[in-house]
Nanobody, 126 residues
């Protein structure tokens, strides 16, 4: 069993930065995959970024590329989403997610992740 606990988030003006953190506990194994998703009342949960903790390979959604950076330390026991140049449309509830069997090819599909954080709100004012 894996437990994920998020921290960070909050309110920021457009153009600003925020850093989200996720602490993972339990048996993560050697193929731990860590990801960030976001969701709004108008838009279904969507993948933002993913990292394969064994080798550091990452992937990003088109909206996140060039602005967001996912990173991890201690074999995934802590992972982060650094968000820069934030836009109003980045406003959402952000969730960390993980699975222990490696990152799926279609990493952006939330149904492929077994473990989820509680969510943290990010609000970007324009």
């Amino acid at each position: 069993q894996v437990e994920l606990v998020e921290s960070g988030g909050g309110s920021v003006q457009a153009g600003g930065s925020l850093r989200l953190s996720c602490a993972a506990s339990g048996n993560l194994g050697r193929t731990f995959c860590a990801a960030w998703f976001r969701e709004t009342p108008e838009k279904a949960r969507e993948g933002v970024a993913v990292i394969q903790t064994a080798d550091g390979v990452t992937a990003y959604s088109d909206s996140a590329k060039g602005r967001f950076t996912i990173s991890q330390e201690n074999a995934g026991r802590s992972f982060y989403l650094e968000m820069n140049s934030l836009k109003h449309e980045d406003t959402a509830m952000y969730y960390c997610a993980a699975n222990i069997y490696g990152c799926p090819t279609e990493w952006w599909r939330p149904e492929l992740y077994s473990y989820w954080g509680q969510g943290t709100q990010v609000t970007v004012s324009s």
